[in-house]
């Protein structure tokens, strides 16, 4: 059953500018996660730089989508935030609107996967859902309405997703625009106690998924998170922390917590980096030279115990911190050196990442969407009350933010975007019946 917010309002984002001279005696950007914070009800910015105004432009707005603050409580809206573009009967054959003033934009739709939900008995295993949300805009543009429709989805309990496309004439998934492939998304499996439940899954039209990779040559991954594919080759490259084995749903792990490089074509599957305590969010940056991971250790206390999402509780001794490779090309292939630190996080810990076409760095934070410039300098903060999890890009100078509870849409300047338009289909998955989370 479909939920539908129509009663959308859009507000326009304030700004403050932070002396940077005078942090160290007015505002640290290392406060401690159990001290106040500035009060306010919508997303806002924080200005450390002057360049932070040429991110966000001189016409930002935002709006809160949807909300399970005051039902549920359940945080649906977690990571796997991936914008895509669906025909739908009503796109093709309404275009009265919905009575609210709206026009129809049925194949813009949004796909978040929720954090952990407790199922009614306590001898199941937690349930994760994929929430599919489709956008409705008004003449300007803005989004002034959207359904939601919550998802059982077929593989085990996926994380982090990008949109995917098979290449035209071949039929194998690939990145790009237009061309006559079949589209879908690309979800991150964690996987269950059962072998091969971890990897890659590949959701194209109106069919079950495709495993593309679930095993390192007959090893278990532990919880594949999140993945990022090359912009020339195809590759994929992804993060496995092990999340499932701490939460209780993966078996304990085989392999060290590693990133990897597998290419669709060839079947080549090799580690690139390793020595990451708990790596979660990776992007490229726009020219494809520079790989940027964060490592999510502090969300873990001594006992082991995940605690991702929230901030209560975080080892803040533990690394917070996005670090940089440079992508080096030596016989052939493709290797990550150079390690080293881009940024340490404001507050909390660096979730979800990405990068806009100037080299901007973004990263979910507990205080929302951090931003830096490509020299690691810290430019400004999009602030969210609840901190951001996971978000996308979109070349229409909009973010798309999922903070645990509510997703949110931000308004910047015009092409911000991370990555090509992308072009997708219907994804084969099945309504939640009983709505038993909602």
């Not at 409580?73 to 796997?80: D, K, P, S, V, Y």
């Not at 873990?300 to 999402?309: K, M, V, W």
Request: neutral net charge; contains cysteine.
């Amino acid at each position: 059953m479909a939920t539908i917010n129509n009663d959308i309002k859009v507000n326009r984002t304030p700004m403050q500018a932070v002396n940077r001279l005078s942090i160290g005696r007015q505002e640290s950007p290392l406060l401690g996660e159990g001290q106040p914070r500035p009060a306010f009800d919508g997303v806002s910015f924080k200005k450390y730089h002057p360049d932070f105004a040429t991110v966000v432009g001189k016409d930002a707005r935002h709006a809160l989508l949807l909300s399970s603050a005051e039902t549920s409580r359940n945080a649906f809206f977690h990571t796997g935030c991936v914008l895509v573009r669906e025909p739908s009967a009503s796109s093709r054959g309404n275009s009265a609107g919905n009575g609210t003033g709206s026009v129809p934009i049925d194949d813009e739709v949004i796909y978040t996967t929720s954090n952990l939900l407790q199922t009614s008995s306590s001898s199941q295993l937690p349930a994760i859902l994929i929430s599919r949300v489709s956008l409705r805009r008004n003449s300007a543009g803005d989004v002034t309405a959207a359904e939601w429709t919550k998802l059982r989805p077929p593989m085990a309990m996926p994380a982090g997703a990008i949109p995917y496309q098979t290449k035209p004439g071949i039929g194998r998934p690939r990145s790009g625009v237009g061309g006559r492939g079949s589209s879908g998304v690309l979800y991150c499996a964690q996987g269950n106690p059962g072998p091969g439940t971890s990897g890659l899954f590949y959701m194209p039209t109106g069919r079950p998924p495709i495993n593309l990779l679930s095993n390192y040559y007959g090893r278990d991954f532990n919880s594949v998170y999140d993945v990022v594919q090359h912009p020339d080759d195809g590759s994929l490259w992804f993060t496995d922390p092990c999340i499932g084995f701490e939460q209780d749903f993966r078996k304990r792990p085989q392999m060290p917590c590693h990133v990897y490089r597998f290419h669709p074509d060839t079947g080549d599957l090799r580690v690139v980096a390793d020595g990451l305590n708990r790596p979660a969010g990776i992007c490229f940056g726009p020219d494809a030279a520079t790989v940027y991971v964060t490592d999510a250790d502090a969300l873990y206390n001594n006992g082991g115990g995940s605690i991702l999402g929230s901030n209560s509780g975080a080892d803040t001794r533990r690394a917070a911190t996005i670090y940089a490779f440079d992508v080096l090309r030596r016989g052939g292939s493709d290797f990550l050196t150079n390690k080293r630190v881009f940024a340490y996080a404001l507050r909390g810990t660096p979730l979800g990442i990405r990068c806009d076409a100037a080299g901007n760095v973004y990263a979910g934070c507990a205080d929302g969407v951090e931003v830096w410039n490509a020299g690691g300098v810290l430019l400004g903060v999009i602030e969210v009350p609840a901190g951001v999890s996971s978000f996308c890009l979109s070349h229409d100078g909009e973010m798309f933010l999922c903070s645990e509870q509510q997703l949110w849409w931000v308004h910047l300047k015009q092409t911000m975007e991370s990555a090509p338009r992308w072009g997708a289909v219907p994804v084969p998955m099945t309504v939640d019946p009983d709505d038993n989370f909602i």
